[in-house]
């Protein structure tokens, strides 16, 4: 029964997964304008893989982007306004909505204040929480571990077969 009422379509699975994602992929935007230069890849690697106090130095305008679009795409204030603009043009909620918010939930607990802490009530305050920094080791496995708990059982988790009409 809470299979047929929850079930969710595959553009919406796929939308869901994409916005999950987007915080941390369109911050790197910025960056991706240096990817033709002859450091580019390299520069981009070091950030992506940077550990706390080793991040690479930018070029102040991208600095600035990355930043801002760090702090936008992390923020609760941000999403409830993106959310309430969803709710007020079509009266539902956009369930692709909350793989933003799942992030967001994520991070800012995933975050220690010294490693790109989450400012979720971004642009009225940069405060975030002191969490639990993602890439401590033990934390990093058990992460990763549940990842891949999770992709096996959506993969095989048993499909809907078709519907069976009453005539």
Known sequence: MARQRWAIGRREAIATLVLATAPDVMQLAPLLGGIFTRDGVALIAAYATALPGLEPTLPPTVAFAVHHLHCALHSAV?????????????????IPLLGWWSHIVIDAFTHSRDFYPVPVFYPFSDWGFDGLAWNTPWFLVANYAAICVVAALVVVAPRPGPRSRAS
């Open 78 to 94: 941000v999403a409830a306004a993106v959310t309430l603009a969803v709710w007020l043009t079509t009266r539902s909620i956009w």
